[in-house]
């Protein structure tokens, strides 16, 4: 590939790693210019944390990573409009070093991360931004899972029988 086209796909590729990151929404406002009242939150939505134990004891191999602050949230979505209220990120001792070496310990590459969110409906949204940002980037895809307001991302380096544990597992969430 030449020059330009490198260029070109390096700035294509900021601009959706961006747009996966930092996913920001306004809130709408009523008529009357109040702000809408937030969306009911999921009958049973659980924190990251209480589904990572459900999914850890059905999957072995997978470990606690790190539980995301508003601090730390690579993504900024912690407790904002449209975010998530936990996440977790954690890892999958199958996944071979090898294939994530130089990766930050919070990296989706080495096993994946739980979001839960107030509703099925934005756990959803975010689930199908994160396939439509990451369709044409196959270095980007992973498998996403979701039940109720909970999102299962998991790491593409599992191989799909692998990453199947995990869709098993999220079916079973309360």
Do not use: W
């Not at 809130?27 to 134990?53: L, M, R, V, Y």
């Not at 470990?63 to 890892?91: C, Q």
């Not at 307001?149 to 079916?171: F, M």
């Amino acid at each position: 590939m030449n020059r330009a086209a490198h260029a070109a796909a390096a700035a294509v590729t900021a601009v959706l790693l961006a747009g996966c990151s930092n996913a920001t929404s306004t809130p709408k406002a009523a008529p009357g210019g109040q702000a809408a009242p937030a969306p009911a939150p999921s009958q049973a939505a659980a924190d990251a944390n209480s589904a990572f134990a459900a999914i850890s004891a059905a999957v072995p191999s997978a470990k606690l990573g790190g539980t995301v602050t508003a601090e730390n949230d690579p993504n900024h979505m912690l407790g904002r409009p449209n975010g998530y209220t936990s996440k977790i990120t954690f890892t999958d001792a199958r996944i071979p070093a090898e294939q994530t070496e130089g990766r930050d310990a919070d990296d989706l590459e080495l096993g994946g991360s739980i979001e839960v969110f107030p509703t099925a409906a934005e756990a959803k949204a975010r689930a199908d931004y994160i396939q439509a940002a990451t369709k044409a980037m196959p270095a980007l895809v992973e498998y996403d899972y979701l039940h109720g307001a909970t999102l299962v991302r998991v790491s593409r380096l599992l191989t799909p029988a692998q990453a199947a544990d995990y869709e098993k597992a999220a079916t079973k969430l309360p």
